[in-house]
């Protein structure tokens, strides 16, 4: 017997749709999966074939072949266990084959049969929204964040055999009452949210600096803080995530969906409704921050997408970091290139930059006097940073500091 469910993947941070075509016939007894699988896809066969057993159907003696449609998209992680499962039920004749019909299925399946997190639910139950699929079903753990897509129905499992119990039944209010719908106000839960963290309201003086970010926040401005240690530069950029407006509906579900791919979600969250805040140590890989590996995935710059990317430390950080970040802040995007296809992350953040310097003596364009063991020299009346060698300047302004439109220096403060 054949049948075909509806399911969906995740390719950048866009969703396409895949169907998991199911055979069922005679012969020698087999489970054969096809379609360009990662591993996790290719051990999905291990689990959906114990978990049918352990929630009391055993799969009969034949060969069983999953194909996932379509073969040239490149099939990851453990979201195909639960549409796979649904399929083999299908081909052994559990419930009809209009049952299934219009609807998207997503879950990992344990061994137990239960129904567990997975990634990227935001954007996949958004394109089928899009696509004028009528319900969807998810683990119970994301059913949050794919309820504030309006449109769609969307139900929470806990395990395969109340997905199964909900597919036999005809009459909608036995199906209700099985898997009852969730409707999640995403306007309600942006007003409802206040951000708690650090706030201006905290920092006693600073006028200049304080300044300073309510000007860069006011036109999403790139800001470079030089001051000596202690003189409130960390301080100031955490505390601008605090001024900026809050998220619009659009903005939210963006970050969420940026969230969602990376699983970075908190169990029962529906939204991200505050903008980030992400702060790389100096070591960070040029992966990590702009994002790759062999199966792209968002980097920190696209983590901090309508948010903060706070990179203390500058001269620190790697030559090859620093010129990576040139494409994301020119484009608000970043582009991955892989032998496996191309994938396009957003990365519309603000970068806000600390440094410190040797001195708190700041001359300009030779004015004052400054030791001649100091490297950096100060600012000229054109605002641009000088230095009085090039192994100063080694793997830092180069490519960015055209990007940073706003500098500000601090001194120590005397108390």
């Known amino acids: 017997m054949f049948c075909k469910i509806l399911s969906g993947g995740i390719v950048g941070v866009s969703a396409c749709f895949v169907w998991v075509e199911v055979d069922m016939d005679r012969g020698l007894p087999c489970f054969s999966m096809v379609g360009s699988l990662g591993g996790e896809v290719r ?37 195909f266990d639960l549409p796979i499962a649904i399929g083999i039920l299908q081909a052994m004749s559990y419930f ?15 061994l137990n049969g239960e129904l567990k997190k997975v990634h990227g639910v935001l954007p996949i139950v958004q394109a ?49 009452r ?26 006693s003086g600073q006028e200049m600096a304080k300044r300073a970010a309510e000007i860069a926040a006011a036109g999403f401005h790139n800001l470079l803080m030089i001051g000596p240690p202690g003189a409130g530069k960390s301080m100031i950029a955490r505390r ?27 169990d029962g969250q529906a939204l991200v409704t505050d903008r980030p805040f992400q702060n790389p140590h100096h070591t960070v890989s040029r992966a990590a921050l702009i994002g790759g590996q062999a ?3 968002p980097g920190l710059v696209s983590l901090s997408h309508r948010g903060i990317l706070f990179m203390d430390e500058l001269p620190e950080f790697g030559r090859n970091v620093i010129d990576s970040m040139r494409q994301p802040l020119e484009e608000h995007r970043v582009r991955i290139v892989r032998i496996g296809g191309n994938v396009i992350y957003p990365a519309d953040f603000m970068l806000v930059c600390a440094m410190n310097i040797a001195t708190t003596k700041l001359i300009q364009c030779g004015i004052a006097e400054m030791a001649e063991n100091k490297a950096f020299h100060g600012f000229c009346r054109c605002g641009f940073l000088l230095f009085r060698s090039a192994d100063a300047m080694h793997g830092l302004f180069c490519p960015i ?15």
């Open 178 to 203: 099985i898997l009852p719908r969730t409707v999640t106000d995403a306007g309600k839960l942006l007003q409802t949210s206040g951000s708690c963290g650090e706030d201006f309201a905290q920092v």
């Open 240 to 266: 601008i995530p605090g001024i900026l407006p809050p998220l619009t509906i659009n903005e939210s579900l963006e970050v969420t969906g940026i969230y969602s791919v990376a699983g970075l979600l908190e």
């Open 401 to 415: 500091i055209l990007h940073l439109f706003l500098t500000i220096a601090r001194q120590s403060l005397k108390l």
């Open 295 to 297: 199966q792209p995935k």
């Open 96 to 110: 009809s084959e209009k049952a299934a019909e219009n609807i998207l299925f997503l879950g990992e399946l344990g």
């Open 43 to 79: 051990e999905s066969r291990e689990r959906v074939s114990v978990a049918l057993k352990n929630a009391g159907f055993a799969m009969p003696a034949a060969r069983v072949t999953v194909n996932l449609a379509p073969a040239d998209v490149r099939k990851e992680g453990t979201a």
């Open 128 to 176: 089928a929204a899009a696509a004028g699929i009528s319900q969807c079903i998810v683990p119970a753990a994301n059913v949050g964040e794919g309820a504030v897509i309006p449109g769609i129905i969307v139900r929470g499992a806990s395990s395969i055999s109340q997905v199964l119990d909900f597919l036999r039944q005809s009459d909608e209010e036995e199906r209700e």
